[in-house]
């Protein structure tokens, strides 16, 4: 079933049905995300997890909610009022604007936008001037230390993550998220990888996800750039932090696991399918791997998934010009080869960090 583009009638209509369906998508799936991963890691780690508010502990969320607003709002006497204030909202909006481009079924998205995957990799940097906002107006110099962390992820990790979608749009042969979809007859996980592999990486550390979570390190930044933060600011933190982990999810169920397609079920819920299933990854890793350090985080983005992304997009070029034709299916193992060489080759010759710490 393909939507009109003016569905349910008129550009305007269209846009504010559109615009209620993404604002209730990212709060409740949240919500859910939330759930999902303290009930996981519960699992995970031999525990019970939130199991009193509602069955299952499934109102744990909407309890936490409550609380957070009827909390006192407390702004550091020497901070900066006006930047510690606006710095929630820069952080939080831009992630909610990303899901403007991203189809959940064909047709069904606020706007088709012909650089659409451009658009994506611009909006959701903004974020990241949110939180250094929070570090500088919060007058703490462990929240700004935080800040400067997540500056200086997004910039290395920037790079791989863009030099990875790249394979796809070569492949795809459009910048549009609804065509790359509708490119993938196979899912383009199979057809790279590689750049599958360096955008999860790239994209888990980009919003500071474990174990790359040094911005609100505890061990030696108390809470990070949110330290000087509480109440309901503080909750638009929490809330943007999970919505960037779904913003990253449906990303990469659009570039590399065929987006809304799927037999039987309708196109929108193999879609919400496929984010949970991408979400639980990012549970699971961070249940299991321990935190880096900040000297190992910058040297993974630049001599680990910089490189390899090079020679990804190198390979993916080759095989879009010399054989179009044996894309769909001869090259599916011979990528998966390809990646099990590099990854095992840079993972016997190249070291994390050695000796000191190089901050």
Same mark, same amino acid.
């Given at each position: 079933m393909i939507l009109p583009a003016d569905w349910p009638g008129g550009f305007w209509w269209h846009w504010l049905v559109f615009t209620v369906i993404i604002i209730a998508f990212v709060l409740t799936l949240v919500m859910g995300f939330i759930w999902i991963e303290r009930r996981g890691m519960a699992r995970m780690q031999?525990?019970?997890?939130?199991?009193?508010?509602?069955?299952? /502990?499934?109102?744990?969320?909407?309890?936490? @909610?409550?609380? #957070?607003?009827?909390?006192?709002?407390?702004?550091? @006497?020497? /901070?900066?009022?006006?930047?510690? /204030?606006?710095?929630?909202?820069?952080a939080f909006f831009p992630v909610l604007m990303v899901f403007a481009v991203v189809p959940f079924q064909n047709g069904a998205f606020l706007a088709d936008l012909n650089v659409g995957i451009l658009y994506v990799v611009a909006i959701s940097s903004v974020s990241t001037v949110g939180i250094f906002m929070a570090g500088w107006g919060s007058s703490n110099k462990y929240s700004l230390l935080g800040a400067m962390r997540s500056v200086a992820a997004v910039v290395s990790y920037e790079i791989?993550?863009?030099?990875?979608?790249?394979? #796809?749009?070569?492949?795809?042969?459009?910048?549009?998220?609804?065509?790359?979809v509708l490119a993938q007859d196979i899912p383009f996980i199979l057809l790279q990888p590689l750049g599958f592999l360096i955008f999860f990486i790239a994209g888990c550390a980009e919003i500071n996800r474990s174990p790359f979570d040094l911005v609100e390190a505890d061990s030696e930044l108390v809470a990070g750039f949110h330290t000087?933060?509480? /109440?309901?600011?503080?909750?638009?933190?929490?809330?943007?932090?999970? @919505?960037?982990?779904?913003?990253?999810?449906?990303?990469?169920?659009?570039?590399?696991?065929?987006? =809304?397609?799927?037999?039987?079920?309708?196109?929108?819920? =193999?879609?919400?399918?496929?984010?949970?299933?991408?979400?639980?990854?990012?549970? =699971?890793?961070?249940?299991?791997?321990?935190? &880096?350090?900040?000297?190992?985080?910058?040297a993974l983005a630049w001599k680990f998934l910089f490189p390899l992304a090079l020679i990804n997009l190198f390979i993916t070029a080759i095989e879009v010009l010399v054989w179009p034709e044996a894309l769909p299916w001869t090259m599916i193992? #011979?990528?998966?080869? &390809?990646? @099990?060489?590099?990854?095992?080759? =840079?993972?016997?010759?190249?070291k994390l960090g050695w000796g000191r710490v190089a901050v």
């Open positions: 031999a525990r019970l997890g939130p199991n009193r508010v509602g069955p299952f /502990g499934l109102l744990q969320p909407v309890a936490d @909610a409550i609380k #957070v607003l009827i909390k006192e709002d407390i702004v550091p @006497a020497r /901070g900066d009022k006006i930047v510690h /204030g606006l710095a929630p909202v820069i791989p993550l863009v030099l990875s979608i790249v394979g #796809v749009v070569m492949i795809a042969g459009s910048l549009s998220m609804n065509q790359i000087e933060y509480s /109440g309901m600011k503080f909750a638009m933190f929490y809330l943007a932090e999970y @919505a960037e982990a779904l913003a990253i999810s449906a990303i990469i169920t659009t570039l590399f696991l065929g987006g =809304w397609k799927g037999p039987v079920l309708a196109p929108w819920m =193999w879609f919400i399918i496929k984010v949970i299933a991408v979400f639980f990854v990012m549970v =699971w890793t961070r249940t299991t791997l321990p935190r &880096i350090r900040i000297d190992q985080l910058m193992p #011979v990528n998966f080869a &390809i990646m @099990a060489v590099l990854v095992l080759l =840079w993972s016997k010759f190249f």
